[in-house]
């Protein structure tokens, strides 16, 4: 007789995978924080935004590529906007002598400051010979005439004119690279006299920011 014991493998039952609890499940399926990739819009809208400060900056250098008008030179033969939309002056044109006020914007400090000197002094002009007086901005004409109207009121003496699309201010060659202050183009400050097509004096600001040259008592003692 065998003393071995008998043992039956069919008995045995392999171990069981401990499977994890619900706990357990809850902690390892915790979802990971997305990053949301750029969108193709996204890309396309950044482009397009350097693209339009690209030609914005383009534009400007462009209109300010002509030569500085000098004394001597013709009054340039353009039309910009005068008392409403439909009517147009061209100074080229104009007889006998006159002066342009450049502002590069109508209601800003400085240039609000400049112009009422030639208001409290357009008597004074006119016995040195002057026929007009223009005040111009690079400013829609409903912006001009509300200018005008908060400075001059009812007194029918200084003119003010637009140049809206900033032509007389290229074809001068004063373009002022207003993008930081006003957004686009406008007008170097300063005061021109002409006469009879011709330009007589020019003065030109050094600094946008101040009145020198320009001002009123200055441009007199030219005449």
């Known amino acids: 007789m065998s003393l071995r014991p008998t043992i039956n493998l069919r008995s045995i039952k392999p171990n069981r995978l401990i499977r994890p609890t619900v706990v357990s499940r809850s902690i390892t399926s915790i979802p990971r924080p997305k990053v949301q990739p750029t969108s193709v819009k996204q890309y396309r809208m950044a482009s397009v935004l350097q693209s339009t400060a690209k030609a ?47 502002v590069p914007g109508a209601f ?81 400050r300063g005061a021109i006299v002409i006469e009879d097509g011709k330009v007589v004096h020019v003065a030109v600001e050094p600094s946008p920011a101040e009145v020198t040259v320009s001002h009123a008592d200055e441009v007199l003692k030219t005449l």
């Open 56 to 102: 914005a900056h383009s534009a400007v250098a462009s209109l300010a590529s002509a030569a500085p008008v000098k004394v001597g030179d013709a009054v340039p033969d353009v039309e910009i906007r005068i008392n409403n939309l439909e009517e147009k002056i061209n100074f080229s044109k104009l007889p006998g002598k006159n002066v342009l006020v450049l």
């Open 108 to 188: 800003s400090p400085t240039c609000s400051s400049q112009v009422p000197g030639y208001l409290e002094q357009y008597s004074t002009f006119q016995s040195k010979g002057v026929k007009d007086i223009y005040v111009i901005a690079v400013n829609d004409m409903f912006v001009v005439n509300a200018w005008k109207d908060k400075l001059a009121g009812d007194k029918n003496t200084v003119k003010f004119a637009a140049d809206d699309t900033s032509k007389l201010a290229s074809s001068l060659g004063l373009v002022l690279d207003g993008q930081a202050i006003f957004g686009g183009p406008r007008l170097k």
